[in-house]
């Protein structure tokens, strides 16, 4: 059964930094393209960065470029998500999310919350 | 950046009834679409890919279509747990999602 479990989110000041991690199980994780999508409170769902398997190809949201940074263990199994210079629209639920033969996301883990505030 | 514009925001029926959700691209996405199911307190769960193919598991009464910039999710006799959110979403170029409507009981 493929598993995806976020961890590292927290309550953070504005201009801070924070850094999420998603740990896979149930596939080999290194065949996989990899994201971080976040979902504020009682808003849509918006996409924040892409990973491919190998972490040749790299791409992130406008919203967040320059700001965060997506990376990835394959011998560890997990996904990473650095982020830096933290505001206030940056409070969501991150979830980390796996594609499956096509650009869908096919699997989501349960989310982590990040709050940004003084 | 593609955008997507998803309709109606909310909506309100009732059991047995057939349901329709609207989605357009800004510009044309070859059916590089999908649609996501959330219910309250849960992550979203695949329900369509590629426009009108259903995702493992997914029942019957749920199909989507549509083509170039247009597509549509139709839910056949309204099941109690189908009330959720749900998520039109393009991958022809990077990764935009619709706004999401709000599906509730009549």
């Known amino acids: 059964e493929v598993q995806l479990v976020e961890s590292g989110g927290g309550l953070v000041q504005p201009g801070r930094s924070l850094k999420l991690s998603c740990v896979a199980s149930?596939?080999?994780?290194?065949?996989?393209?990899m994201n971080w999508i976040r979902q504020a409170p009682g808003k849509g769902l918006e996409w924040v960065a892409y990973i491919s398997s190998g972490s040749s190809y790299i791409y992130y949201a406008e919203t967040v470029k320059g700001r965060f940074t997506i990376s990835r263990d394959n011998a560890k199994n997990t996904l990473y998500l650095q982020m830096t210079s933290l505001r206030s629209e940056d409070t969501a639920l991150y979830y980390c999310?796996?594609?499956?033969?096509?650009?869908?996301?096919?699997?989501w883990g349960q989310g982590t919350l990040v709050t940004v505030s003084s | 950046d593609i955008q997507m514009t998803q309709s109606p925001a909310s909506l309100s029926a009732s059991l047995g009834e057939t349901v329709t959700i609207e989605c357009r691209a800004s510009?044309?996405?070859?059916?590089?679409l999908a649609w996501y199911q959330q219910k309250p307190g849960n992550s979203p769960q695949l329900l369509i890919y590629?426009?009108?193919s259903l995702a493992d598991g997914v029942p019957s009464r749920f199909s989507g279509s549509g083509s170039g910039t247009q597509y549509s999710l139709k839910i056949n006799s309204l099941q109690s747990e189908d009330v959720a959110s749900y998520f039109c979403?393009?991958?022809?170029?990077?990764?935009?999602f619709g706004g999401g409507t709000k599906l509730e009981l009549k």
């Open positions: 590629d426009a009108n």
């Open positions: 979403q393009q991958y022809n170029n990077y990764w935009t």
């Open positions: 149930g596939f080999t994780f290194s065949n996989y393209g």
């Open positions: 999310a796996r594609h499956s033969s096509g650009d869908w996301f096919a699997y």
């Open positions: 510009e044309d996405i070859y059916s590089n």
